[in-house]
């Protein structure tokens, strides 16, 4: 069996999992990062309350915007982790 990418077609909605620890600064990176057309739900809250997670959908209008947007996530200082 080969690894092969699946077919998305562009332009879609795609969401992203984003985890951190500062709630209010997590959401206001996504929404720097994302702009104002993303729907942003706070999902979850760590049993410690340390972390929390949101769900993220945005429409993306092709795998390089989809891969960007992941990457600014990704490096964000207050951004733990994306899915």
Known sequence: MLNKKPDIIYPCLWQ???IG???LL???AINRICGGSAKINHA???S????HS???ELEVA???ERNNIFAKLQKHQ???MVI
């Open 54 to 56: 949101f769900n993220v």
């Open 26 to 28: 997590v959401e206001e």
């Open 78 to 80: 207050y951004i733990k």
């Open 62 to 64: 092709d795998e390089q």
């Open 44 to 46: 979850n809250t760590s």
């Open 21 to 23: 620890e500062d709630k």
């Open 16 to 18: 992203y999992k984003v």
């Open 48 to 51: 410690s309350g340390k972390y």
